[in-house]
């Protein structure tokens, strides 16, 4: 069980705006920055977003992250039929010295 | 170019060993932490510990403990994932992958090793 709370599923159809978020704890996302993953089906995680809001080169402006508190979003504007697929959030856990994933959206577009 | 490359897959029995390995490059290997992550059939992402080759620090998931090593060899830029013992609840692809700081995130990914446990 993710100590990270992300929503199952989300959709949106073709160039519309979609948000997925990722709830934890002072533990985590209280205190430390939030990264965010792509996973196409099939394939291996991809890093989309880092330190709550980076992108790393090549990943479109379309796709942006926030942090307020210990919740964190991800926005996918635009939205692209490439687009669908698995979104986990990730942060550094104090507590656990570890990392923790949040359970993963699977993301449609309609 | 970053890469890390993943061994192939693996088909085992109940209580045999198994090493996997993640061989990297086009960085310096000692100066990042690896990851290891575990990916179920049809769930999410778990993290089950990683290392740093510079020391072999190493750091575990309690829920991995005890249950898998993690090693190096530096002189061949490889970091490898052991068990002595595999269970079918083993079966799952295991992605390596670099870490920026220990408290950071991960760059870079292997495409994964493909484990299948099975009498």
């Known amino acids: 069980q993710s100590v990270l709370t992300q929503s199952p599923s989300a959709s949106g159809a073709p160039g519309q705006r979609v948000t997925i978020s990722c709830s934890g704890s002072?533990?985590?996302?209280?205190?430390?920055?939030v990264n965010w993953y792509q996973q196409l089906s099939g394939a291996a995680p991809k890093l989309l977003i880092y330190?709550?809001?980076q992108r790393p080169s090549g990943v479109p402006d379309r796709f942006s992250g926030s942090k307020s508190g210990t919740s964190a979003s991800l926005a996918i504007s635009g939205l692209q039929s490439e687009d669908e697929a698995d979104y986990y959030c990730?942060?550094?856990?104090?507590?656990?010295?570890?990392?923790?994933f949040g359970g993963g959206t699977k993301l449609t577009v309609l | 170019e970053v890469q890390l490359v993943q061994s192939g897959a693996e088909m085992k029995k109940p209580g045999e060993s198994l090493k996997i390995s993640c061989t990297t490059s086009?960085?310096?290997?000692?100066?990042?932490?690896i990851g290891w992550v575990r990916q179920m059939p049809g769930k999410g992402l778990e993290w089950m510990g990683m290392?740093?080759?510079?020391?072999?620090?190493?750091r575990y998931s309690p829920s991995f403990h005890g249950q898998v090593n993690m090693s190096v060899d530096s002189s061949i830029s490889t970091a490898y994932l052991h068990w002595t013992s595999l269970k079918a609840s083993d079966t799952a692809v295991y992605f390596c992958?670099?870490?920026?700081?220990?408290?950071?995130?991960?760059?870079?990914w292997g495409r994964g090793t493909l484990v299948t446990v099975s009498s």
């Open positions: 992958a670099r870490r920026v700081g220990e408290a950071g995130w991960f760059d870079h």
């Open positions: 086009g960085y310096r290997f000692n100066s990042n932490w």
């Open positions: 290392i740093f080759p510079g020391d072999s620090d190493t």
């Open positions: 002072t533990s985590n996302i209280g205190s430390n920055s």
């Open positions: 330190r709550n809001n």
């Open positions: 990730a942060a550094w856990d104090d507590s656990l010295n570890g990392v923790l």
